[in-house]
């Protein structure tokens, strides 16, 4: 019995390691999904946008990068999931020079599942510099404020953007951000043009961006990973994520098991030879 109590306090770090990265690995290739809560935050996004009329027109912000693509990559692959399954129109504009790329990139995958095309239900308005100027110009005169979209193709000649002239015909404003970006949309958006208004934002970001839901500014939010795992329950769509949330709750679960281990053993063995029992 002693052998077996000291063995799981030895055990050798190489094969925790390999152990340790084989559950990292296996969610990425094996797709299921762990019993979870969604968060009334997460809802309240998801429901804003199922409420939402076909055709109604969208302005997505992708304001992130490589730096936050594991959180933020799931945000918009969620949300372009759910515009174009509600067959909404929507444009995309990045404060991020990657953003734009990004998402785009994301949008041209899943527009052939969804019947979509660029110019007609989707656009990409492309980077942009100085916010909060830019926005300024962007809510009276839309057109004339982008002029055109990323291949150079006039604003003004595409179906996408019939009947889209300023703010006011904007049905939701989205932004998903590793940043404060979104605070500049709420200052010279949202609040001036009365928008409803929903967030992505990683973890770290989340805290300080509740706070602008329960003032009413945000419709919803979806918060840091386990958001986006959330978002992708909601559309029955299990995707990047879930599999990262998969794999992180099992790395935790597999740390806290060998911990427990480790320290029952250490007990076990104390008692044992403190009452003088054999190997």
Do not use: C
């Amino acid at each position: 019995m002693l052998r077996v109590l000291r063995f799981l306090q030895t055990v050798d770090r190489r094969f925790l390691y390999a152990l340790l990265m084989l559950v990292v690995v296996t969610p990425f290739f094996i797709n299921f999904q762990l019993p979870a809560r969604v968060s009334t935050a997460t809802r309240r996004l998801y429901d804003t946008i199922e409420s939402l009329p076909e055709g109604s027109f969208v302005l997505l912000g992708v304001d992130w990068g490589a730096g936050t693509r594991g959180e933020s990559r799931p945000h918009t692959e969620a949300l372009i999931h759910h515009l174009m399954r509600k067959r909404l129109r929507f444009a995309l504009l990045a404060f991020d020079p990657q953003g734009k790329k990004l998402a785009q990139n994301i949008a041209l995958r899943l527009q052939e599942q969804y019947g979509y095309r660029e110019g007609v239900h989707w656009v990409n308005f492309g980077y942009k510099v100085d916010q909060e100027n830019y926005l300024k110009a962007f809510g009276p005169d839309i057109i004339g404020t982008v002029k055109q979209d990323i291949h150079g193709n006039p604003l003004g000649q595409l179906e996408v953007m019939k009947g889209i002239k300023n703010a006011n015909d904007i049905a939701l404003l989205l932004d998903v951000t590793g940043s404060s970006t979104y605070e500049t949309y709420i200052q010279f958006l949202q609040g001036p043009y009365k928008l409803k208004m929903g967030l992505g934002t990683t973890s770290v970001m989340a805290p300080e961006a509740f706070n602008r839901l329960d003032a009413g500014q945000l419709v919803g939010l979806i918060p840091g990973l386990a958001g986006a795992t959330e978002y992708e329950r909601l559309l029955g769509i299990p995707g990047k994520g879930t599999r990262a949330t998969n794999s992180s709750n099992a790395a935790h679960l597999l740390v806290i098991t060998f911990i427990l281990l480790g320290n029952l053993a250490m007990v076990m063995e104390r008692r044992l030879r403190a009452q003088g029992g054999a190997l």
